[in-house]
């Protein structure tokens, strides 16, 4: 018994002309804020805006928008409050502020916490804040209230103080 396989030459596949092809690669997050739930009804996001100033928002309970949502804003605010936020020390924070870490100081349970990051310079920074820790610098919270501000969560979040 004899076999005979025999293979067709194949000419190599042209490349797609330049503008055919559509890369949408997303640019990472320069700035991104997390909130989550607490006992109440506290509301529980996470919004983000990259360099170019691409916001992107995701509710997930007690706001007005649930589900994801986009908006825009100048590049000139994301570099101005990635300035304001390194002036406010937030890359020399701790990285967590939680009832097991020394950063903690006294514990009231049952509220929310706040889990940011900013990138800048090469320099990526993430903590962890939960709010029933009173040993957080002052700052933080007002960075994120910041934060919360420029990147306009408010129109989805709705009004709350």
């Known amino acids: 018994m004899s076999c005979l396989v025999a293979c067709a030459s194949r000419k190599p596949a042209a490349p797609p002309a330049e503008d055919s092809v559509q890369v949408n690669v997303a640019a990472p997050p320069a700035i991104t804020l997390e909130r989550t739930a607490c006992f109440g009804s506290c509301p529980v996001y996470t919004i983000s805006v990259t360099p170019s100033g691409q916001v992107s ?3 997930r309970a007690h706001v007005r928008q649930l589900g994801t949502a986009t908006g825009q804003i100048p590049q000139k605010q994301v570099e101005a409050l990635l300035v304001e936020l390194d ?3 937030y890359f020399t924070f701790a990285s967590r502020y939680a009832m097991s870490e020394p950063a903690c100081g006294r514990y009231v349970t049952d509220l929310p916490s706040a889990i940011s990051s900013a990138t800048l310079g090469g320099r990526t920074k993430r903590i962890e804040h939960d709010h029933g820790c009173g040993g957080p610098p002052g700052a933080l ?3 994120e209230k910041r934060i919360d501000e420029v990147l306009g969560s408010s129109e989805w979040v ?3 103080k």
């Open 57 to 59: 928002f995701e509710g």
């Open 87 to 89: 002036r406010a020390g």
């Open 141 to 143: 919270a007002v960075l």
């Open 158 to 160: 709705g009004n709350r």
